[in-house]
């Protein structure tokens, strides 16, 4: 091992040695990645839906709103939290529950994975999901059927909000939790490496569903547009046919459903 790949490891190594040894029981549990994603929705959104509630009383925020004549009310920011708790206790938790009686959790590695490794293997899983989703949302929308059963439930809201980026149907939450799951383990990727990528999902979703365009969005900055954000995903609640991909935009520039305000 040379110096550089050391160095990545030993600066993870601490964090991970702490983990294991104050918290090892808790984060091999089935139910801390569950546990994670739901409490990242929440402090992920909490902040956006104070400044949905401040509304036009904070010029600063209310500005940068995409959809300004379409403000999310307290009942549809509480539909959409209880939506959530509903999916996670009578989907969620007894899927998790049966899992672990069929496959007990295995022990955690003692090594942590080096920053490069780490980077890497996110990037990897968050782009196979991409993939996977596109499909599955391109598919929804175009069988009548099956948008009206399973995904008509994440566009009863136009104008979306930081909250009902998890107002979906048991079945489509379900779906977006298996490959979460499943494309780290599939993908030979360290345990840090799925509970990273676990939340930095749940943000992006967040951040997709915010309604606000601020300058410092992420899109903004990303390299020839890539990543879509907020106003690619707004732009999709209002034109379902365009803006298929959940967090890149390579899918659709390459399919031509890509639209742009």
Same mark, same amino acid.
């Given at each position: ?51 949905? /509630? /401040? ?26 939290? $209880? ?16 899992? $672990? ?61 930081? $909250? ?30 799925? $509970? ?64 742009? /305000?």
């Amino acid at each position: 091992m040379n110096s550089s790949t050391s160095s990545q490891h030993l600066i993870l190594q601490p964090f991970w040695d702490y983990l294991l040894t104050e918290f090892s029981s808790s984060v091999n549990s089935p139910v801390f990645p569950v546990l994670l994603a739901f409490s990242g929705y929440v402090c992920f959104s909490f902040p956006f839906a104070v400044i949905d /509630m /401040m509304g036009v009383q904070c010029h600063f925020f209310y500005q940068y709103k995409i959809q300004k004549n379409k403000q999310p009310t307290i009942r549809m920011m509480t539909v959409c939290i $209880w939506k959530a708790v509903f999916n996670h206790v009578i989907y969620v938790f007894p899927t998790v529950f049966l899992n $672990w009686l069929c496959m007990p959790p295995v022990s955690l590695p003692v090594s942590a994975p080096s920053v490069c490794t780490l980077l890497g293997e996110v990037l990897g899983c968050l782009l196979l999901f991409d993939l996977q989703y596109f499909i599955w949302h391109v598919l929804h929308h175009k069988n009548y059927w099956l948008y009206k059963k399973v995904h008509a439930v994440h566009h009863e809201y136009v104008a979306p909000f930081s $909250w009902s980026s998890q107002n979906l149907s048991g079945y489509e939450l379900m779906t977006v939790g298996f490959w979460s799951t499943m494309n780290p383990i599939q993908l030979g990727c360290h345990p840090l490496t799925s $509970w990273t990528c676990n939340l930095l999902s749940i943000w992006m979703s967040v951040d997709d569903h915010i309604g606000y365009d601020f300058p410092w969005s992420l899109h903004r900055i990303f390299p020839l547009g890539l990543y879509g954000g907020a106003l690619a995903h707004d732009l999709h609640h209002q034109k379902p046919g365009t803006n298929f991909s959940p967090f890149f935009r390579h899918w659709d520039i390459i399919c031509g459903t890509s639209c742009s /305000m």
